[in-house]
């Protein structure tokens, strides 16, 4: 996968600037930052999955977040004042079968729509949104039917197609059929669009909207969240001063650092468990 590029001038350590700094300094800075936000008095550690702890795969369901990923995480829970969120864009099953993390961990599905607070899921959509969520089902598998490569997932406020094993000539056609069927038959429904996947949803939510909910359940003084995908970007966008933003991989980005992909992120955090384990809370 291209995940691990860096761009260019990239230092060993994998942070590199997400401005035009160069890459020494823009380490300092993120050593800074992580030194600052590691003594917060209750931190929330919020983690897109895919691309960001794991790997992209090309089988969703191999996905699993690198080991030291996962021994941060599990340390960070365990410490006082601070909590762990895992907010992706997959379904809230689908998540909680690949993170594989205790329900200390707070799990949000679907971009925000589903939660997992407390080993609880919740989800609940009206008449209306099961009626338009049905129309979805019907346009999105007669369009992906005739195409091998091309897949439908089935999610609880919505469904996803993916192409990620379709060449660009299927994926153009797949998409555009999609969007014109969408427009006309099920036009209410909102659409997001991520790396070989476009998505329809008959209720709207973000990564933004998940990183303000997660901060209000948890009552954090300041949150670090980390993502790789343009989804995450609603989520770089919700935080405030104070807040640590990582972007894993390339791509234009909110966020305030980035590093160059799985790896990285994980080093972040075993430095950011290390760093709050040590220092403790002022
Ligand atoms: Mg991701």
Redesign the pocket.
């Known amino acids: 996968m291209s995940a691990d590029t860096t761009p260019t001038g990239a230092a060993p350590a994998g942070a590199t600037p997400a401005g035009a700094t160069p890459a020494g300094a823009a380490e300092t800075a993120m050593a800074d930052a992580l030194g600052r936000i590691a003594t917060a008095g209750h931190l929330l550690v919020a983690l897109?999955?895919?691309?960001?702890l794991a790997p992209e795969v090309d089988a969703p369901r191999a996905a699993r977040a690198l080991p030291e990923a996962q021994d941060a995480i599990l340390r960070l829970v365990a410490l006082p004042d601070t909590s762990v969120a895992l907010v992706s864009g997959r379904a809230l099953d689908s998540l909680i079968e690949v993170a594989e993390a205790p329900n200390t961990v707070l799990l949000v599905g679907s971009h925000g729509v589903e939660y997992r607070v407390d080993g609880e899921a919740e989800v609940s959509l009206s008449p209306e949104e099961q009626k338009l969520r049905g129309a979805l089902e019907t346009i999105l598998t007669e369009t992906a039917a005739p195409y091998d490569d091309v897949h439908v997932e089935e999610k609880p406020a919505g469904f996803a197609l993916h192409t990620r094993l379709a060449d660009e000539s299927v994926t153009d056609l797949v998409l555009a059929e999609a969007r014109r069927r969408v427009a006309a038959e099920a036009p209410a429904a909102t659409e997001r669009v991520g790396k070989n996947v476009l998505e329809f949803a008959v209720r709207s939510a973000s990564k933004g909207d998940a990183i303000a909910r997660l901060r209000e359940i948890t009552g954090a003084s300041a949150v670090f969240f980390a993502?790789?995908?343009v989804t995450?970007e609603d989520g770089f966008r919700a935080l405030a001063a104070g807040d640590f933003g990582l972007k894993s991989g390339h791509g234009d980005t909110a966020a305030a650092y980035r590093v160059a992909g799985p790896p990285e992120v994980a080093h972040v955090l075993d430095d950011l468990a290390e760093l709050r384990a040590h220092l403790g809370r002022s």
């Open positions: 897109d999955f895919d691309g960001t993502g790789d995908d995450d």
